[in-house]
């Protein structure tokens, strides 16, 4: 089972509004990564969690939050966000470890968010 | 710092066609290699990877790539395209222990009946 699950599907929110993504896999992958894919271009990467801590953040704003509680959830807490925020959102998740750059990164559906 | 190439950004074949995808990358070190689909609606699949090893890959639903290091390359093949590849094609280098994958455009395919 290669799944990973993301929650909710779709998302509409204000500006002023605080929000949160989902994301959740049980293949015991110990790496897990938030990417954002605009309309018509290719994920970007956000952040990349291993091992539950925090080992990568794209110079991501920080309206953007980003919680691993455990191995299996990742969550993406949102506060004050842009319209230019609005985007895919994407989850994915990996073996981890010592297997390094020669891991598969799974992906969930995403998360489509819109900022009005 | 690396970066993916993918020259064709937009494709249409008819069924039967062969298909060829082309991908470059730029990083002088050892890398991962990989070819993600997105059909329309549905979320990133892994067609395809490359580690180490035969240069030539096999991936799902009848795809392959060859991997040519000296040419700095990993273009995807198909030699006999159906209306239900229509679909995103990606391209993606991964390098260094944090798997930072870095995505190329996208190629988007479409076949017609």
């Known amino acids: 089972d290669t799944e990973v699950t993301q929650t909710p599907k779709h998302l509409v929110m204000g500006m002023t509004n605080k929000k949160s993504l989902k994301c959740e896999q049980h293949m015991g992958h110990r790496a897990m990564y938030w990417y954002k894919q605009k309309a018509k271009k290719p994920p970007e990467l956000m952040f990349v969690?291993?091992?539950?801590?925090?080992?990568i953040n794209e110079s991501v704003p920080s309206r953007f939050s980003p919680e691993c509680p455990n191995s299996s959830l990742l969550n993406l807490h949102l506060h004050a966000l842009q319209p230019e925020d609005s985007a895919l959102y994407l989850c994915?998740?990996?073996?981890?470890?010592?297997?390094?750059?020669?891991?598969?990164?799974?992906f969930g559906p995403g998360t489509r968010l819109t900022v009005l | 710092a690396q970066s993916v190439s993918q020259h064709n950004h937009h494709v249409i074949l008819s069924e039967a066609a062969s298909l060829e995808l082309g991908c470059n990358y730029s990083y002088g070190g050892t890398v991962n290699l990989f070819w993600y689909v997105q059909y329309p609606g549905q979320h990133l699949q892994l067609l395809l990877k490359y580690f180490s090893g035969d240069p030539l890959v096999k991936g799902i639903k009848g795809f392959e790539a060859e991997f040519i290091k000296s040419k700095f390359s990993f273009n995807l093949r198909k030699p006999s395209v159906q209306w239900s590849d229509t679909a995103e094609y990606f391209c993606a280098v991964a390098s260094g222990g944090y798997n930072k994958l870095i995505f190329g455009a996208g190629t988007r395919l479409a076949v017609h009946p």
């Open positions: 994915a998740s990996s073996q981890g470890g010592t297997s390094g750059a020669t891991d598969t990164q799974y």
């Open positions: 969690y291993s091992y539950e801590k925090l080992s």
